[in-house]
């Protein structure tokens, strides 16, 4: 089981390069990045963008361009439609956003044509780690799905656990996040959460231990279970936490970044490919780690 970055970087490096194409890379964050992916041997990518751009950022970065497979497309729109039709080629192992507004890459994404859809629903996965817990925490979903229904938050879940798996871990513990663990009717979300809590015999097929409704503090800290009596397989242990809807994921997430200093990487599943895809914000490490988990879920795809 993979328990930090450093032994995810490590992995990568001693499987199969992956190859990954980035959509609109005029970035500098994503170009150091990719740098730092390809000069470590984790990845092959292929840059698609305007070549112009890609090749000042190159200059301002003060590192040659010359290796790198550059796709000359400025328009931005177009940019991702040429990146997703390279991965129906066939021609590369995953995608990855760039300087594009994320609405735009995931039209290309969903086309119904030419896009990378499947029949599963496409859903938003962070991986954080943060020093005061002893593994990897998989946030999930406060970046693409805003309200989901019960269906939805199932494969979410589905999706989610996927990604743990890739990373190594055996059995995964599940907490469908509420306010406090009792199940009240006229909360839907914890509704929601003792519904997928029950559905045992599906997680019990994926390996998984599902609870819910969780509070936080019960889903990562055992003190709290035996002060408050919960009893729960899963308590002060979770890998997962299915947040009930986007605000809920997107704050949490947030808040392991900017006040808990947490390394983190973000990924989109539920397409033909794993998709990098993380804040404009965020940091090229971020970006580097987030490449490096798309690698990884692409190897073991």
Not at 140 to 146: E, F, L, M, S, Y
């Amino acid at each position: 089981m993979i328990k930090n970055f450093d032994e995810l970087l490590t992995t990568v490096k001693c499987k199969k390069k992956m190859k990954v194409v980035i959509a609109a890379a005029q970035d500098v964050d994503v170009i150091e990045a990719v740098y730092k992916a390809t000069t470590m041997g984790l990845i092959n990518p292929i840059l698609v963008g305007d070549a112009k751009k890609i090749s000042e950022v190159f200059d301002k970065l003060n590192i040659s361009d010359e290796g790198y497979e550059i796709i000359d497309e400025p328009d931005l729109i177009e940019s991702a439609k040429i990146a997703v039709s390279i991965v129906r080629e066939g021609k590369a192992d995953f995608l990855m956003k760039g300087l594009i507004q994320t609405a735009d890459i995931m039209r290309a994404v969903l086309d119904k044509e030419k896009g990378l859809r499947t029949d599963s629903l496409i859903s938003h996965v962070m991986v954080y780690k943060v020093d005061t817990y002893p593994k990897f925490i998989f946030l999930t979903d406060g970046g693409i799905n805003v309200a989901p229904d019960l269906n939805q938050k199932v494969k979410i879940l589905e999706n989610a656990i996927k990604v743990c798996h890739a990373l190594g871990l055996d059995k995964v513990y599940v907490s469908c996040l509420a306010g406090a663990e009792t199940v009240n009717p006229k909360i839907q979300t914890t509704v929601d959460a003792k519904a997928i809590a029950d559905m045992k015999e599906k997680w019990a097929g994926q390996n998984a231990v599902v609870e819910g409704p969780v509070a936080l503090d019960l889903a990562i800290n055992k003190a709290a279970c035996e002060h408050k009596g919960y009893k729960g397989e899963g308590g002060g242990r979770a890998d997962v936490l299915l947040v009930p809807y986007y605000e809920v994921g997107n704050v949490l997430g947030k808040s392991m970044t900017y006040l808990a200093n947490s390394q983190s990487a973000g990924i989109i599943m539920g397409a033909k490919v794993p998709i990098v895809l993380v804040s404009r914000a965020d940091s090229s490490e971020t970006k580097l780690l987030s490449i490096a988990l798309g690698s990884i879920i692409a190897s073991y795809k």
